[in-house]
């Protein structure tokens, strides 16, 4: 079975850090440009950070400087390294990935996902 599974959410202070892991099963990632997405409750869904199969990551202003995204291609697994949370970083924290065989611009517009992971839960609160 093909699928994304999302790990390392958890309660963390303001200030705090954590770090997201994304794994896959059923497939292999090095093709895949992964991204991460989050969603708050209230809020849409919004693109956090992508990385692409050659290393070019890209983040989205409001986290600019705080958030890393690495990958492990022989691990099959992507990372998300979050440093500095602040309690408007609380979401359920979603990655995806996007075959760039099919569609090459994932990590300039957040489009073209193929697969989903079902997210895991990031609550920044003191």
């Known amino acids: 079975q093909l699928q994304l599974v999302e790990s390392g959410g958890g309660l963390v202070q303001p200030g705090g850090s954590l770090r997201l892991s994304c794994a896959a099963f059923g497939f292999t990632l090095d093709r895949y440009s992964i991204a991460w997405f989050r969603q708050a409750p209230g809020k849409e869904r919004e693109g956090v950070s992508c990385?692409?199969?050659?290393?070019?990551?890209n983040y989205g202003d409001s986290v600019k400087g705080r958030f890393t995204v690495s990958r492990d291609n022989a691990k099959n697994t992507v990372y998300l390294q979050m440093n500095s949370l602040k309690s408007e970083d609380t979401a359920v924290y979603y990655c995806?990935?996007?075959?760039?065989?099919?569609?090459?611009?994932?990590?300039?517009?957040?489009?073209?996902?193929?697969?989903w992971g079902k997210g895991t839960l990031v609550t920044v609160s003191s």
């Open positions: 990385i692409t199969s050659s290393g070019t990551t």
């Open positions: 995806a990935a996007a075959s760039e065989r099919l569609y090459a611009r994932t990590c300039q517009n957040y489009r073209g996902m193929n697969y």
